[in-house]
């Protein structure tokens, strides 16, 4: 059987893959949450809520088992995608549909689309045009997700930075496009690359769409989850493809067989897999419409991308990472703008290294020596509930807002599954999140400009939303030279 998923916003009029998937839904939610071909089940084997007793309880192995800030992110999603669509092909077969169904793709990164950064249409309506339920509405949802506002930050979809990278995979500070490379498998907790597709756009699309989507334990309960995955599992394939003989999967046994994951099969039998069985999403019996490159078109670049100037500096991968600064206490953001002062805490080694950099910058060459790269760490995210996403900025001027300084604007974090990271179960140690901010072209620019504190730098946090969220506790900010 092949299937084809295609682009849900150029789904032809008349199509009816949407039909059958909102026809199947429907008859997925009616079976018991024991089932584990129903709705609730499948949601569950992301995140555990709703289900609390019997087979499908807390100690149920296959339940909560979503892969996050690890290099299994990609692959282990890509096996659930897989199983699920089979069980809702199955079902659209059973209800008289079509024996090919596939899940469509939401691509909120296509800048040719005025309508992407909204959440597709068919989901927004909680009854269809004939007065029957349309089950691909869920009312838990963030503000004017359902109104059809576009809810998504047109720079938190963007991919200049995260498709061109050649590795799949790197060990701290430098991981790739499917993130770090982890021990073993991983929940929730652990550090994220910024630079991954799972932080960009994957955790952001998350916070973004609001609601179930914004926590692990209900995103899959929304049926728009299934969309936002599908998309980033083609753009795997977008980066695979970009250049096939440099941007290669991991070779490794220990991600390609050496840790395994449990599944039921559309039958409901348990199954196992690993990574190397899903390389080959053919041989998976499906494939996307459209893999090409989107940075190759015309007009792709963000206006953030466009706004900031490139800096030429040679980055050299043999300098090992040096802590040069760091916070001392703890810090508390409630969803105000917080600023963080960060003492450096080796200044000579921090100076002579930025007066180097400062040099290479300046210098008229064409090939200045290797300068490291600045990373700006921010350790041990907590909190107990979801919680806002947050822009990052670095030495905003005294008396300017951070929005008068998008040039200063080191990043997003979203801490899509912060309160699973929290809390220490047997799967990790409750110790947060970790977020690694790449800042060398703010540095260079900054120490390009007189009265720069030499002995400290300012980290600004500014909530990306106007809307609620749990408070976070910052463990810890780090500047290291990488
Ligand atoms: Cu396991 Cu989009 O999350």
């Known amino acids: 059987m092949a299937r084809v998923r295609h682009n849900v916003a150029k789904l032809p009029a008349g199509d009816q893959t949407l039909y059958w998937?909102?026809?199947?839904?429907?008859?997925?939610?009616?079976?018991?949450?024991?089932?584990?071909?129903?709705?609730?089940?499948?949601?569950?084997?992301?995140?555990?809520?709703?289900?609390?007793?019997?087979?499908?309880?807390?100690?149920?192995?296959?339940?909560?088992?979503?892969?996050?800030?690890?290099?299994?992110?990609?692959?282990?999603?890509?096996?659930?995608?897989?199983?699920?669509?089979?069980?809702?092909?199955?079902?659209?077969?059973?209800?008289?549909?079509?024996?090919?169904?596939?899940?469509?793709?939401?691509?909120?990164?296509?800048?040719?689309?005025?309508?992407?950064?909204?959440?597709?249409?068919?989901?927004?309506n909680p009854t269809l045009p004939d007065g029957s339920t349309n089950y691909l509405y869920v009312e838990d949802r963030g503000p004017n997700t359902n109104e059809g506002a576009p809810i998504i930050q047109s720079d938190a979809v963007a991919l200049d930075k995260v498709l061109p990278q050649p590795g799949f995979s790197g060990t701290w500070p430098k991981g790739g496009f499917g993130g770090f490379q982890t021990d073993g498998a991983n929940h929730d907790g652990g550090t994220f690359y910024q630079d991954s597709v799972e932080s960009q756009p994957h955790n952001h699309v998350h916070v973004d769409v609001g609601g179930w989507m914004g926590d692990p334990d209900t995103a899959a309960l929304d049926p728009i989850f299934w969309l936002h995955h599908s998309n980033i599992?083609?753009?795997?394939?977008?980066?695979?493809?970009?250049?096939?003989?440099?941007?290669?999967?991991?070779?490794?046994?220990?991600?390609?067989?050496?840790?395994?994951?449990?599944?039921?099969?559309?039958?409901?039998?348990?199954?196992?897999?690993?990574?190397?069985?899903?390389?080959?999403?053919?041989?998976?019996?499906?494939?996307?419409?459209?893999?090409?490159?989107?940075?190759?078109?015309?007009?792709?670049?963000?206006?953030?991308?466009?706004?900031?100037?490139?800096?030429?500096?040679r980055m050299s991968d043999a300098i090992p990472p040096e802590l040069v600064g760091a916070t001392e206490t703890s810090f508390e953001v409630h969803g105000e703008p917080v600023d963080i002062n960060v003492p450096l805490t080796s200044p000579s080694s921090a100076r002579a290294?930025?007066?180097?950099?400062?040099?290479?910058?300046?210098?008229?060459?064409?090939?200045?020596?290797?300068?490291?790269?600045?990373?700006?760490?921010?350790?041990?995210?907590?909190?107990?509930?979801?919680?806002?996403?947050?822009?990052?900025?670095?030495?905003?001027?005294?008396?300017?807002?951070?929005?008068?300084?998008?040039?200063?604007?080191?990043?997003?974090?979203?801490?899509?599954?912060?309160?699973?990271?929290?809390?220490?179960?047997?799967?990790?140690?409750?110790?947060?999140?970790?977020?690694?901010?790449?800042?060398?072209?703010?540095?260079?620019?900054?120490?390009?400009?007189a009265g720069q504190d030499p002995d400290r730098i300012r980290v600004t946090l500014v909530p990306v939303h106007d809307r609620a969220g749990a408070p976070i506790t910052v463990g810890g900010v780090k500047l290291f030279f990488a």
């Open 21 to 124: 998937y909102n026809r199947a839904i429907g008859q997925l939610q009616q079976r018991p949450s024991t089932d584990p071909t129903s709705w609730e089940y499948q949601a569950a084997v992301h995140g555990k809520a709703g289900i609390n007793e019997g087979p499908g309880s807390q100690q149920d192995p296959f339940l909560g088992q979503c892969q996050h800030s690890t290099w299994f992110f990609l692959p282990w999603h890509r096996m659930y995608l897989y199983y699920f669509e089979q069980i809702v092909a199955a079902e659209v077969a059973k209800l008289g549909g079509p024996a090919d169904w596939a899940l469509p793709y939401w691509n909120y990164c296509d800048t040719s689309d005025p309508d992407a950064l909204k959440l597709p249409e068919a989901f927004r």
């Open 353 to 449: 290294n930025l007066t180097a950099l400062g040099a290479a910058n300046s210098a008229d060459t064409e090939t200045p020596p290797p300068q490291p790269r600045v990373l700006l760490q921010l350790e041990n995210l907590t909190a107990s509930a979801p919680a806002r996403s947050y822009y990052v900025y670095v030495n905003v001027p005294p008396g300017a807002t951070p929005e008068q300084h998008p040039e200063l604007r080191a990043g997003r974090i979203s801490l899509f599954g912060i309160a699973q990271a929290s809390r220490a179960t047997s799967q990790h140690a409750g110790s947060g999140q970790t977020h690694t901010l790449d800042i060398t072209d703010i540095y260079h620019r900054l120490f390009q400009q």
């Open 233 to 313: 599992d083609r753009l795997w394939e977008v980066w695979r493809n970009i250049d096939p003989t440099t941007h290669l999967n991991p070779s490794d046994q220990s991600w390609l067989n050496n840790v395994t994951f449990q599944f039921h099969d559309v039958e409901g039998q348990a199954v196992t897999m690993s990574s190397s069985q899903v390389l080959d999403t053919t041989k998976l019996g499906y494939s996307y419409d459209d893999v090409s490159n989107p940075l190759a078109q015309p007009g792709a670049d963000t206006a953030l991308g466009a706004a900031l100037p490139k800096a030429e500096v």
